[in-house]
Structure formats: structure tokens, C-alpha cells
């Protein structure tokens, strides 16, 4: 498992979609410099997110002898429903304003798309 060249892929997917989001609402050229900072909380989100919610679960699985298919299997369906949930309701309890619906979209897609890295990256 390859966490920091998933990291980096997800961090780079984060910002990608998260401002692709915006930019189809409002995007002004005063909000270049904020484009690039904005990079350092969105790659502290994906680390946080993935460290604390994807890794653990192919670290314990991994040591029950799954293959990493097998956890992709077992684990993400439950994982990209509750993920999904809790995305969507965030973005409708704050009344799907562009921000935080930008925030919580790109990271249900990066955590989706995490997963696929993962397993991916255990089956070459």
C-alpha cells in the first residue's frame, strides 16, 4: 500500500474538483492567490480523512489475511454509502451553498477514488 503517492494523488484530485466546483458559480481573478493557499488545508483534509478513515481499515484487514480485493469488496460499498451520506447531508443542512457543497463533493469523490488507488496499487 502506497499511502504517500495515494496522498499526493488525492490531495491533487481534492483541489482539482473542489475548485472546478466553484469555478462554475463564481471564480475571480482576486481569487488566484487564494487558489494556492487554499491547497495547504485541502492536503491536511485528504491526509487527516485518509489516515484516519480509509488506511486502518486495510491495515486491520490486511492483517486477517484479505487481499486487498477482498477489502475493496467488503469495505467500500458500507464506506462510500455512509461517506455519501454524511456528505449529502452536510451539504444540505448548510443549504447547499457553493463552498461547503464544493468541500464536501471533492471529498466524497477523493475518498471514493482513494479506495480504487489502493487496491489498484496492491494489485500490480
Sequence with gaps: MNVPNNIAKSCLLA???????????????S???????SAIPIALCVLTT??????PIFWIAASAS?????????????????????CFYGAYTVGFSVYPTAFFISAYVTTCQSWVWFTKSENR
Design 15 to 29: 483541489f482539482v474538483v473542489f475548485w472546478t466546483v466553484i469555478g462554475t458559480e463564481e471564480l475571480r481573478a
Design 31 to 37: 481569487f488566484i492567490p487564494i487558489i494556492f493557499l
Design 50 to 55: 485518509i489516515m484516519v478513515t480509509i488506511c
Design 66 to 86: 484479505f487481499t486487498t480485493k477482498a477489502i475493496f469488496k467488503t469495505y467500500f460499498p458500507y464506506y462510500s454509502m455512509l461517506s455519501f451520506g454524511l
